[in-house]
């Protein structure tokens, strides 16, 4: 008898995992193909489709299985999964993650949010919703947040067997790190035990999110010849926002003695400043603020910061945009909007 609680018409049990660079996610779902096909003896596959191996980029991590005595001829992308594994919420700004998401699905969320919040930013009607702080236990245990993601979706997908992944940690780490045994066993217990799961109750006849395949904003046909290049990284109109992986420089005017050191070392140019006068009447630069747009979370400037000026923050949903201040570029008509 089959252990896989469902499966498609070719009789796999999938799994997609969506992320940005840096988060592990290709790992994650490396080891999860490997718990089912090494650990049950499964049949299984796992595959991950990136763009530039850089942080903060987009990528996806596929996993299925099927039963030993399936083949698997299928080699292609998962456009409709049972669970998707979402590691950073950034992503639903450019990416439909839920894509294809299966009617009676579950998703799996990296946030400190609530149910509902979720459920209307994915813009799902029903199926099952997951959320665990993988960021807030992988800080906590000084850790990684694929780990935590793992520890959940051991408990979604129950018919893997987390005492043999708790092994595979264990090998992993412990002839050159042992001491990072422990803790990733911690955190891979906690993303299984704090994971909360919510239904939303799925009509009989309901269909499943449906599968649209992302388009390029500008290809061949839609170019402006001499345009502006879009993309992330390209331009003054990149958009670093999705490289962030938790936290960003809270920035408090107070304390700031407009020394620029935090300029000196930020590599996106984030800070803005403005012209003002000191108490005598010297003309000064004084430090505005920070365009969070061009911020990476890379927080080398509250290293520098000489006073408490700036300090690292966990990031929010909306505090970056409520907080930014825009870069006004001279060489753009009006600054960037
Ligand atoms: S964290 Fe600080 S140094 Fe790093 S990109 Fe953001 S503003 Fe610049
Ligand atoms: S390093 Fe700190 S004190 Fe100096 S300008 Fe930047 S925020 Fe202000």
Known sequence: MSILPKKNQLGFFEIRLESIGGLGANLAGKMLAEAGVLGLGLNGSNFSSYGSEKKGSPVKSFIRFCDADVEIRDHSPIEQPHVIGVFHE???KTVDVVSGLSADGIVLVNSTRNFDDIKNDLNIKYGTVAIVDALGIAVEEKTKVNTAMLGALFRICDFLDPEAMKSVIRKTFEKKYPHL???NIRTFERGFNEVQFKHFETPANANGKAFSRPQPVLGYE??????????????????????RQGFLPEFDQEQCINCAACDNVCPDFCFVWEEGEDKRGRKQMFLKGIDYQYCKGCLKCVEACPTTALKDLRETIGYADAHRVKQNFPYVAGGIS
């Open 90 to 92: 950034a992503l639903y």
């Open 181 to 183: 045994v422990e803790p």
């Open 222 to 243: 839609t170019q402006t010849m001499g345009g502006v290049l879009t993309s992330q990284g390209n331009s003054i109109l990149k958009d670093l926002s999705g490289s």
